[in-house]
């Protein structure tokens, strides 16, 4: 049993813990909050546009104006990996680096043999992972995220788009985590570049009908195609962020509570092994007071 000293070191050890990780579980609620309003203001917004993409980019014929829908044989593939710079979020970034690799060896194992994927990384813990891995790693933008603005993600998403467009790569995939709530985030994977078609029915082909284009179809969606590419590059992120906090206050709560079990146990500790003291020390005057009666 260990002695009483070195169990009220331990106890103050994991209550100073605990109150770092109740600290740190109120500055992620805090900043959740933003991230959250953020990312529910933008979904409405980009979920149109991206219909409104899909539906204007199918109907034009293979072109100039229709450069980002291009469909090539994927020799060359690209993926951009959101993870957070910070760790002490669960398994948040665990879960996105585990998928991008998957993804590769899944997906584009042939690509991947050939050193034929390239990979843009948003978050530093991505970009030490695949530096050590030895991967194409084409950019890393990990202070993002200390200025997170649509301008400053804009600038990224034009350049993967103009990677696309100079046939560098035929093919572009986003990795992040989607944000449900504060307890749940999803890793999806998303197809960023060509842009996919809508799935072949009357009722599109209907609405469609019903535009009237001025000055002409190819023109607007030139000018659309590309701000509306930014806007789903930029929600990849928000969701990313806002996911980030989530995770990170969620496995603050945990820690805190966890500590709170083990100051509880090793109170307990504490109170055995300081009766255990007492009780030796009880027996030690008895018997010292019992050998000298019988002197």
């Known amino acids: 049993m260990p002695n009483l000293k070195e169990v009220r070191i331990r106890i103050a050890s994991v209550k100073s ?3 770092i990780t109740s600290a740190m579980k109120m500055v992620a609620a805090s900043k959740l909050r933003r991230a959250q309003n953020a990312i529910l203001k933008m ?3 980009a979920a149109k546009l991206k219909d409104i993409l899909q539906n204007l980019s199918a109907s034009l014929d293979s072109g100039d104006a229709n450069l980002y829908s291009q469909q090539r044989n994927v020799e060359k593939v690209l993926l951009v990996v959101i993870t957070s710079n910070r760790g002490l979020c669960g398994a948040f970034n ?3 680096l585990r998928t991008a690799v998957q993804r590769m060896q899944t997906e584009y194992p042939k690509q991947l043999q050939s050193g034929a994927i390239g990979v843009v990384t948003i978050g530093r813990k991505a970009t030490e992972f695949f530096n050590k891995r030895g991967m194409n790693v084409i950019s890393s933008h990990d202070p993002i995220f200390d200025n997170l603005s649509y301008d400053n993600v804009s600038v990224i998403a034009s350049t993967v788009m103009a990677a696309f467009t100079k046939k560098e790569f035929d093919r572009v995939d986003i990795v992040y985590n989607q944000f449900k709530n504060a307890a ?4 999806v994977v998303e197809q960023f570049l060509p842009v996919e078609a809508p799935a072949a029915n009357a009722a599109v082909a209907k609405s469609n009908n019903d535009f009237i284009f001025l000055p002409s179809k190819e023109e607007i ?10 806007i789903q590059f930029y929600k990849s992120i928000l969701d990313s962020y806002a996911s980030e906090h989530g995770a990170r206050m969620t496995a603050m709560h945990q820690a805190t509570d966890n500590a709170g079990d083990l100051i509880k146990e090793l109170n307990l500790a504490y109170n055995k092994a300081r ?3 007492i009780t030796k020390e009880i027996l030690e005057i008895v018997s010292g007071a019992e050998a000298l009666k019988n002197k």
């Open 17 to 19: 813990t605990q109150q």
């Open 43 to 45: 979904r409405p917004y």
């Open 94 to 96: 665990t879960n996105i």
């Open 184 to 187: 749940v985030q999803r890793v």
């Open 221 to 230: 969606v030139e000018e659309l195609i590309p701000k509306s590419l930014k």
């Open 275 to 277: 009766q255990a003291s």
